[in-house]
């Protein structure tokens, strides 16, 4: 079984810088996109930027400019670079990756959310 585990949420003040990492587990053959993905409550789930294994990263229009999306591949891992926050970008965040395990076609796998709260 594939897993997602994501670190480094936290409490900042609006101006301030977090770094999301998120790096998958288990076996693992190869990962196609990888993206994170934020919930605030009472809203729907978003997608706040996606980086495939090749190709350009997209951007939600809310983050351009503030936020930058990287990945390891020998790692396994994607990160969020967030700069710059705002209230409004309190969620639950989200790491998502598209994954080929066991020879078997890509499948969704989910991390389990790491909590950005930006005070103001």
């Known amino acids: 079984q594939v897993q997602l585990v994501e670190s480094g949420g936290g409490l900042v003040q609006a101006g301030g810088s977090l770094r999301l990492s998120c790096a998958a587990s288990g076996i693992i053959f190869s990962i196609n996109s990888m993206a994170w993905y934020r919930q605030a409550p009472g809203k729907q789930r978003e997608l706040v930027a996606n980086?495939?294994?090749?190709?350009?990263?997209y951007y939600a229009d809310s983050v351009k400019g503030r936020f930058t999306i990287s990945r390891d591949n020998a790692k396994n891992s994607v990160y969020l670079q967030m700069n710059s926050l705002k209230p409004e970008d309190t969620a639950v965040y989200y790491c998502y990756a598209a994954v080929r395990s066991r020879g078997t076609g890509y499948r969704d796998f989910w991390g389990q959310g790491t909590q950005v709260t930006v005070s103001s």
């Open positions: 980086i495939p294994s090749g190709g350009s990263t």
